[in-house]
């Protein structure tokens, strides 16, 4: 079995009206190698009218986004030309690499009719040799990500990237990971071998889950030590939760604002070449 090494509670970090928790990075917790940052917008309902997600255009390098969308709806576009409306149980993959800018903002829609929002986003490292990659994006519905059924139905899992139970994940990673968004009704359980090498990332963003005999509540980033390989978890009540993991990279992380490079000389870099318009 693997050990809990520490629970994290997200904490609150609202941006304008909107409510956000981040359990990473805090002054207890920087990053788990290579899962760099989350924020966990809502839950929360939004009037009619209302002026939806504040993400206007900003630009990222050298990192990836993973954008689960729970409740409510994410309008994206960015320089490279890609455009969607990701809805309920949808997940967007943005590769930023070498420079890309994006909005993240909520369709006219939303805006003019409000109603419930909740919405996490996760940054991914990329490794040094694929900092500087061309940039991509995949926006997929729910309907359109792989998924299957563990004990019963009572687990049903969205698989995102890599293979489990003999399913491939929607999205081919730019390294190796695996990673599921999981919903559980109360009494459903599942186990999950994971190699000892591997860092874990194991949020649970709705609920209560037992984990390896533990008692364990919802906005909260459990720390797995690097020993034993499997997981076990029993859902206390109706819980989501989303499961990831991959080997660490071990390399230098330098993070100023939405780039994530090696060194302090990239950063600058990245910031000489956004000021002369040089992303895409």
Known sequence: MKIIKKTHKAEYRPIDDLV?????????????D??????????QTYPSPNQGLPFGPHPHRGMETVTFILEGDIMHS???????????????YMTAGKGLIHAEVSSPEFKRKGGDLEILQLWLNLPASKKMIAPNYIGLQKE?????????????????????NGVKGAFEGNFPIQMSTIYLDKGGKFEKSIPASENVFFYIVRGELK???????????IEFANSGEKIEV??????ILILGHALPFNEPVVAQGP?????????????????AGGFA
Do not use: C
């Open 20 to 32: 956000t928790y981040s359990p990473m990075p805090t002054r207890s917790l920087s990053m788990i």
């Open 34 to 43: 290579p899962f760099l940052f989350l924020n966990h917008h809502g839950f």
């Open 78 to 92: 960015d320089s490279t030309g890609k455009n969607s409306v990701i809805g309920p149980g949808g997940v967007q």
């Open 144 to 164: 359109d990500i792989p998924a299957f059924e563990l004990d019963k139905g009572k687990v049903r899992v969205q698989q995102l990237f890599g293979e489990w």
């Open 211 to 221: 984990v390896n005999g533990e008692g364990l509540h919802m906005r909260h980033l």
């Open 234 to 239: 029993e859902a206390l009540e109706e819980s």
């Open 259 to 275: 780039f994530v490079m090696n060194t302090q000389q990239q950063i600058y870099e990245a910031y000489q070449d956004y000021q």
